[in-house]
């Protein structure tokens, strides 16, 4: 039997987000996102064709499900702020109910002793600004500033943790490489600049965040897929496993601690003459803003070999997997609903990186998880989802999360994906992650399963054993 015990004040909680919890009420003021609109356009591509209106309807049940999470032991939350509730147009009127909605709900965790963790986007660009080109458009660098602004004006008196952004690589690659977001382009040049304007955002909503002096922290949340090679003494199975992790974790983990590009993503969107439009007097401000905290999300490993097929290779359309192939490594052990390798050993390996090549950046893991399809087969006979396959995820995940802090980590918390079950994008609600189950047929019917009340145990004795 072996104790694991973390360091005080470890924050135990769990993550969520506005557009996949919240829900839409008649009236309630919020404005379209691409994702209202996708919806309305293209229904089929949702599983179930469950679109983003209900939810889980957080906007109206908030107070309750707070309650949950003190019965589950959390002393920590977050989620976002929904741009399109906040602002309807993404510029200009702010909507007073949305106001008052963030204000309860920021208030009531804290009265429960829940530390609110605020993000700022997720996912949700408001339509109108879409129109207009979204992140590919240059203005929308300043619109976000704008609306970050008036979130740290409005609520962080109290919300001591921001974030800028959560998987800012995503909507890059759902939206413009992989086709999984809209508008579902696959363009490498407009993927690059999107990135590069969510970093540039990033950096002026930091800047703007510390000159309010507000007392808080300001980072972001990335998603770090460590990038392992088939084999280790291969060099060019190396080389390009250092490439996948330019382009989907260094592409947003170098600007954001060090304040700079790296070297080796910089020359290969050179080499394609794909490298984005920066104006003058940007890459001094991406330097001088870098964060004060990372959140740190994972899921899986990414393998990769050395390019092998080059039968999906289009010169005239790059892509980042021009330069490496995914590699299957046999045995691996998997979560067949999302499709996704479990691997718990690359919590560890991701922060032993951010330790010794990130300056030791305080960081936490802000998400992890399991996404299982059909969880209703594992209801017992008082209602209750038996999930000990996610409770054995999150215990393994946390014994390398453990032996990272003994060997010097400054990992300051675990928040597990997710709360409630909640919409999750284009799979709405195929897969459930919560510590709480929703009934999307019984008006949201929440309970709370095993996995929420054995995190209870974990939390309040600050460990486990095994
Ligand atoms: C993260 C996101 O990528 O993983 C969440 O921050 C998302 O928004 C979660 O819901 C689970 O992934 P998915 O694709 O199954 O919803």
């Not at 590069?196 to 507000?214: D, F, G, P, R, T």
């Not at 079950?421 to 999307?440: E, L, Q």
């Amino acid at each position: 039997m072996q104790v694991y015990q973390f360091p005080e004040k470890f924050f135990w909680g769990s993550a969520a987000s506005g557009p996949q919890t919240e829900g839409r009420i008649d009236g309630d003021g919020k404005g379209e996102n691409i994702w209202d609109y996708w919806y309305q356009q293209n229904p089929e591509k949702f599983f179930n064709q469950v679109g983003p209106g209900k939810t889980s309807q957080v906007y109206t049940k908030f107070l309750e499900d707070i309650q949950l999470m003190k019965q589950i032991g959390h002393n920590s939350f977050r989620t976002s702020i929904q741009w399109s509730r906040l602002i309807p147009e993404g510029t200009g009127a702010i909507n007073e109910q949305a106001v008052q909605f963030y204000n309860e709900y920021i208030d009531a965790l804290i009265e429960s002793g829940i530390e609110p963790f605020i993000n700022l986007y997720h996912f949700d660009m408001p339509l109108k600004l879409q129109e207009q080109g979204g992140w590919l458009n240059r203005q929308t660098v300043d619109a976000y500033v704008e609306y970050a602004k008036t979130c740290f004006a409005l609520f962080g008196d109290r919300v001591k943790y921001w974030f800028t952004h959560n998987e800012p690589i995503v909507p890059v690659e759902g939206g413009y490489l992989y086709q999984f977001h809209y508008p579902a382009e696959v363009n490498m040049h407009h993927a690059v600049q999107v990135a590069y304007h969510e970093a540039l955002a990033s950096a002026k909503a930091i800047e703007a965040y510390h000159q309010m002096n507000l007392g808080g922290q300001i980072g972001i949340i990335l998603n770090l897929t460590p990038s392992y090679p088939r084999d280790v003494d291969n060099p060019e199975d190396v080389k390009a496993s250092q490439l996948a992790d330019a382009f989907f974790n260094r592409s947003f983990l170098d600007p954001a601690i060090k304040g700079e590009y790296p070297e080796d993503l910089v020359d290969t969107l050179r080499s394609l003459d794909m490298l984005p439009t920066i104006q003058e007097g940007d890459l001094a401000i991406i330097k001088a803003n870098t964060i004060d905290l990372l959140g740190i999300n994972y899921y899986q490993p990414r393998r990769v070999k050395a390019k092998e097929d080059f039968s999906k290779v289009d010169p005239k359309s790059p892509m980042p997997d021009d330069f490496f192939d995914y590699y299957e490594m046999p045995n691996r052990k998997m979560n067949p609903y999302r499709g996704w390798e479990i691997y718990e050993k690359g919590i560890y390996d991701i922060l032993i990186n951010v330790r010794d090549n990130y300056g030791n950046i305080p960081c936490f893991i802000s998400e992890n998880g399991m996404g299982v399809e059909g969880e209703e087969r594992f209801i017992n006979q008082n209602g209750q989802i038996e999930d000990d396959y996610r409770i054995e995820f999150i215990r393994e995940h946390l014994k390398y999360v453990h032996q990272a802090i003994q060997e010097g980590a400054n990992c300051l918390g675990y928040h597990m994906w997710t709360c409630m079950d909640n919409w999750s994008w284009t799979n709405a609600y195929k897969n459930r992650y919560g510590f709480i189950s929703v009934d999307i047929n019984q008006d949201g019917k929440r309970t709370i399963k095993k996995s929420g009340h054995w995190f209870k145990q974990v939390a309040e004795k600050n460990g486990f054993e095994d």
